[in-house]
């Protein structure tokens, strides 16, 4: 037993130390126009998933679904996110697909996000992606706004 746990120790630390070396080395690739490798591709979206449903909330949309409110949140959309995600139809824009990973079309909601997760995205924004923290431009209110407009537009 002994022998597992020396055995197991000393590749963690094997582990570590190559990791350490690889940072400091810098080997790892971080330009924006490269490509990702697959283990990269598979992992991240797997670990934003998880990231962002255990920091969202359990809460629904407190905006009542109006004419006015659905028109505000498509404004804000309008204004703050359309440049990088674009507008139903059209797909990100030119500018959102500069980005790594590129800023994904929005025009079909965030199928994959419950609501609360889509406003602590907008919120909170997601780092290293392009995607801001819109939480000190936006209210709540307006955020929410926007989360309504994208699921109704979807």
């Known amino acids: 037993m002994k022998k597992v746990f020396l055995g197991a120790a000393l590749m963690s ?50 905006i009542v679904a109006t004419e006015d409110n ?21 797909g990100p824009s030119e500018y959102g697909q500069s980005f790594y990973p590129a800023a994904p079309p929005l025009s079909g909601g965030l199928p994959q996000y419950t609501d609360a997760e889509t406003f602590w995205i907008i919120k909170h924004g997601i780092r290293n992606t392009g995607m801001p923290a819109w939480g000190r431009m936006l209210s709540d209110e307006e955020i929410w706004q926007v989360v309504m407009a994208l699921k109704i537009k979807s």
């Open 13 to 62: 630390l094997l582990i570590v130390f190559s990791a350490a070396v690889v940072m400091r080395l810098g080997l790892l690739p971080v330009s924006a126009d490269g490509n990702h490798s697959r283990l990269e591709a598979r992992i991240m979206p797997a670990v934003l998933r998880v990231a962002v449903a255990r920091r969202a909330s359990d809460q629904s949309n407190p």
């Open 70 to 90: 659905l028109k505000a949140g498509t404004r804000a959309y309008k204004t703050m996110c359309a440049t990088c995600h674009g507008t139903a139809g059209s």
